[in-house]
T-cell receptor, first 110, second 113 residues
Framework: RKEVEQDPGPFNVPEGATVAFNCTYS??????FFWYRQDCRKEPKLLMS???SGNEDGRFTAQLNRASQYISLLIRDSKLSDSATYLC???????????FGSGTRLQVQP | NAGVTQTPKFQVLKTGQSMTLQCAQD?????MSWYRQDPGMGLRLIHY???????DQGEVPNGYNVSRSTTEDFPLRLLSAAPSQTSVYFC????????????FGPGTRLTVL
């Protein structure tokens, strides 16, 4: 079983829609949580960290549920430029490296 | 700052050949790592280093060697290339302090025939 699981999608949504991605992690020693964005054939870039209390950055809201080992990302008012693959990432206690999910692909359509 | 740079961008090898993928960062980051990305698999850690002179294995280290003689450079060596090593390779770095954000290089696309 993968340590971080995501629905690969693709999610095809119209501009202006609200879309939510979910991610589950299996290692209870996971201590830090992130969403990275990866454009086609490019390197991953940090979108936002995820905190237990939930956090928002403009149109993006991230939530963490430690009891259920579940992370979510909500994108409101989708833009064409939001089309990308969204990677759920955790850091497990004792490891410095990132553990990645395989990503969820979003395609925003005009 | 150039950030994290990788060379080459593309490489084609024949089975059995060896080569070195270069990675350099100019942010004085202590931590550097190498990942490979295969379709549907996400990024998987190959090797990492927490500082000059210190390296350790990640999830998929077989067939690869690394060294870290300086803070800036972290080359990845393929000893005897195999078709299973066809992948996109990303180098990343981060600071020991701060937010844990890792900064990635643009990647090297390797094909082994």
């Amino acid at each position: 079983r993968k340590e971080v699981e995501q629905d690969p999608g693709p999610f095809n949504v119209p501009e202006g829609a609200t879309v939510a991605f979910n991610c589950t992690y299996s290692n209870s020693a996971s201590q830090s949580f992130f969403w990275y964005r990866q454009d086609c054939r490019k390197e991953p870039k940090l979108l936002m960290s995820v905190y237990s209390s939930g956090n928002e950055d403009g149109r993006f809201t991230a939530q963490l549920n430690r009891a259920s080992q579940y992370i979510s990302l909500l994108i409101r008012d989708s833009k064409l430029s939001d089309s990308a693959t969204y990677l759920c990432v955790v850091i497990i206690t004792g490891r410095r490296a990132l553990t990645f999910g395989s990503g969820t692909r979003l395609q925003v359509q005009p | 700052n150039a950030g994290v740079t990788q060379t080459p961008k593309f490489q084609v090898l024949k089975t059995g050949q060896s080569m070195t993928l270069q990675c350099a960062q100019d942010m004085n980051h202590e931590y550097m790592s190498w990942y490979r990305q295969d379709p549907g698999m996400g990024l998987r850690l190959i090797h990492y280093s927490v500082g000059a002179g210190i390296t350790d294995q990640g999830e998929v280290p077989n067939g690869y060697n690394v060294s870290r003689s300086t803070t800036e450079d972290f080359p990845l060596r393929l000893l005897s290339a195999a078709p299973s090593q066809t992948s996109v390779y990303f180098c990343a770095s981060s600071s020991r302090t701060g937010t844990n954000e890792q900064f990635f290089g643009p990647g090297t696309r390797l094909t082994v025939l």
